[in-house]
């Protein structure tokens, strides 16, 4: 068996992109998948896809801005398969505008999703793995946790704090596996979040090189399925040709 067959792994943001390669990826591998975000739609077409292909999946409504709602994700996973080991905080936002636009309700959007919505993925997690004495939260943030790019100080703050904070959880506790997955420039529908026209057309130039989502999901899957005493603290993931 793998290190990945039979676990039981919750994905938020699950409807596109990182969230959607993932949720197939590990699906293909043999973990029984729950996946939320806010598009029921998609989830449902994606559910119908994984277990089509002979895997194991349910969907749920997810808006990670609440508490209540992922913790009502988590529950789900508990009602359906008795368990949680894995938990991944995907769901991200990325409307850049310079500091100056003052695009505020945008900054509060970053970090309500990209910061919050990690912190609620965790507080609703970290019991339930407590009580089972273990499991794994994977945050997945940005090479913009290790840089920063004008135009993009809100976002990169976010992601910054992303880390900060995966790297606290993982000193507080010796029986939980933490593991930040940074990809560069990848193929989703991050970058239409972004409504400053100047700003995407340096995005669409910026985004020539993006590698597909299914790069990010086999380093979410390698972190995965190694032995449980083994903890890959950041796997960062960008295209060869970046120079970010």
Not at 24 to 53: C, F, M, S, Y
Not at 119 to 136: D, E, N, R, S, Y
Request: charged share 20%; aromatic share 4%.
């Amino acid at each position: 068996m793998s290190g990945i067959e039979g676990k039981v792994i919750a994905i938020t943001g699950a409807s596109s992109g990182i969230g959607e390669a993932a949720a197939r990826e590990l699906a293909r591998r043999g973990a029984k998948v729950l996946l939320g975000a806010r598009r029921t739609d998609r989830l449902e077409q994606l559910v119908a896809g994984i277990e089509a292909a002979g895997g194991t999946a349910r969907q749920r409504a997810l808006d990670v801005t609440r508490l209540d709602d992922v913790q009502a994700f988590v529950d789900f996973a508990r009602n359906e398969f008795g368990r949680l080991d894995v938990i991944v905080n995907n769901a991200g936002v990325m409307p850049l505008s310079p500091l100056a636009a003052l695009k505020i309700d945008e900054w509060n959007q970053m970090i309500d999703v990209n910061l919050r919505g990690v912190l609620h993925g965790i507080a609703a997690a970290l019991p339930v793995m407590q009580a089972q004495g273990g499991g794994q939260i994977i945050n997945v943030a940005s090479t913009a946790g290790h840089r920063v790019w004008p135009s993009a100080a809100v976002y990169c703050a976010t992601k910054h704090a992303v880390i900060a904070l995966s790297e606290g959880l993982r000193q507080e506790h010796d029986n939980l596996r933490v593991t930040v997955v940074s990809p560069g420039v990848t193929t989703s529908e991050l970058a239409e979040t972004t409504s400053d026209t100047g700003i995407k057309a340096w995005l669409e130039d910026f985004r020539q090189v993006a590698i597909p989502a299914e790069a990010i999901a086999r380093a979410i899957a390698y972190a995965v399925e190694q032995p449980d005493d083994v903890d890959v603290s950041e796997v960062i993931v960008r295209p060869a040709a970046s120079a970010n």
